[in-house]
């Protein structure tokens, strides 16, 4: 089924088999205008933004997400399943859960927590927390070393609510459950590559702390998490 309802590519071969994949279409957009060469945008329906290029001479593509599990779960489905990717990165932006957690900072999703019913209802899982693969886990604290980039690996929580009537949960989704920063795609992404037997893995910039309160501007989140995105496109091949 190609092009897909949500991917205009005309083949799967205008698609790396490693996908880096950020919320926000400027952010992919940003990502292929600074980093990339010999750069084609494959996908621009519904302005989710995809482009394919190269990295220091190797393939890679960057392609939207849009915000939540919903979303992410449509277009990570349709490029494993009909685009025949392999890896799916998510590059995200997430807020902190604890001041251990400094704005800028990088963290890798050891799994991710989620009360979310995305995996249920996809495919009947019930646990409340899914891996992220641990060969490319393995590969990006390879990566993050080698550029001298620091990094948590920790748990973090994937949610459906941006914006709670209260404010104090994360308390203990913090406490309970271990969840050091909060995003809103992971679970879901995790959860296509498991089912249907891809790898996916999840890098977060500290955009905002609920703890300490401390917040970047929608530009910096655009534009400014740059190191991530390093250790991300080291994977390109
Ligand atoms: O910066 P992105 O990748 O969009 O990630 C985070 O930012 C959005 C909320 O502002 C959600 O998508 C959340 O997961
Ligand atoms: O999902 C997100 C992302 C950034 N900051 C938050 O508070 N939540």
Excluded at 106 to 129: C, F, H, M, N, P
Aim: glycine share 8%; charged share 25%; with cysteine.
């Amino acid at each position: 089924m190609i092009p897909t309802p949500h991917i205009e590519a005309k083949s799967k071969e205008e698609i790396a088999k490693t996908v880096l994949m950020p919320g926000d279409p400027l952010r992919a957009k940003f990502i292929a205008d600074t980093f990339l060469e010999d750069v084609v945008q494959f996908n621009g329906v519904r302005n989710v933004l995809g482009y394919t290029g190269t990295y220091k001479g190797r393939r890679i593509s960057v392609m939207a997400s849009g915000m939540g599990m919903p979303s992410i779960g449509i277009y990570s489905y349709e490029l494993y399943k009909f685009y025949e990717v392999e890896n799916i990165i998510r590059i995200g932006s997430c807020g902190g859960y604890t001041a251990d957690v400094n704005l800028y900072d990088v963290i890798l999703a050891k799994d991710a927590w989620s009360e979310s019913s995305y995996a249920k209802v996809q495919g009947g899982y019930t646990k409340d927390a899914i891996e992220g693969s641990k060969e490319l886990n393995d590969k990006l604290k390879t990566y993050a070393d080698e550029l001298g980039i620091p990094m948590h690996v920790e748990r973090i929580h994937s949610s459906d609510v941006f914006y709670r009537e209260t404010s104090d949960e994360y308390k203990e989704i913090y406490s309970k459950h271990g969840c050091v920063a909060v995003e809103m795609e992971a679970f879901a992404l995790f959860h296509n590559a498991k089912v249907l037997g891809k790898n996916a893995a999840c890098l977060l910039t500290v955009s905002d702390n609920l703890a300490t309160h401390e917040a970047t501007t929608s530009e910096e989140r655009q534009n400014a998490f740059t190191n991530m995105m390093k250790i991300a496109l080291e994977l390109a091949e």
